[in-house]
Nanobody, 127 residues
Framework: QVQLVESGGGLVQAGGSLRLSCAAS????????MGWFRQAPGKEREFVATISWSAVSTYFADSVKGRFTISRDNAKNTLYLQMNSLKPEDTAVYYC????????????????????WGQGTQVIVSS
């Protein structure tokens, strides 16, 4: 079993930055792919970014490409999402997810590939 706890959300003005963290416990963090998803009010949860356990592979949604960076520290069992140049449309609850153990360079954008989820952290971007 894997437990995930997100932190770092908050209120920020458009153009600002936030860094989200996701602390993992319960299993060997370094063997599974991780991802960030978000859900805005009244909308479906959507993919934001994903990273393989080796950090060799990363993928981003078009809406955040060039503004967000995903990284992980396997020694600290922590996933990060650096969000720069934030826009009001980035307002959402952000969730981190973890897959089952996967090959070294595998990362997934599909929500169905994720088995474990955190409780989410709220990000509000004011205009």
């Amino acid at each position: 079993q894997v437990q995930l706890v997100e932190s770092g959300g908050g209120l920020v003005q458009a153009g600002g930055s936030l860094r989200l963290s996701c602390a993992a416990s319960g299993r060997t963090f370094s063997t599974y792919a991780m991802g960030w998803f978000r859900q805005a009010p009244g909308k479906e949860r959507e993919f934001v970014a994903t990273i393989s356990w080796s950090a060799v592979s990363t993928y981003f949604a078009d809406s955040v490409k060039g503004r967000f960076t995903i990284s992980r520290d396997n020694a600290k069992n922590t996933l990060y999402l650096q969000m720069n140049s934030l826009k009001p449309e980035d307002t959402a609850v952000y969730y981190c997810g973890a897959t089952d153990p996967v090959p070294i360079s595998t990362a997934y954008s599909r929500e169905s590939r994720y088995k474990y989820w955190g409780q989410g952290t709220q990000v509000i971007v004011s205009s």
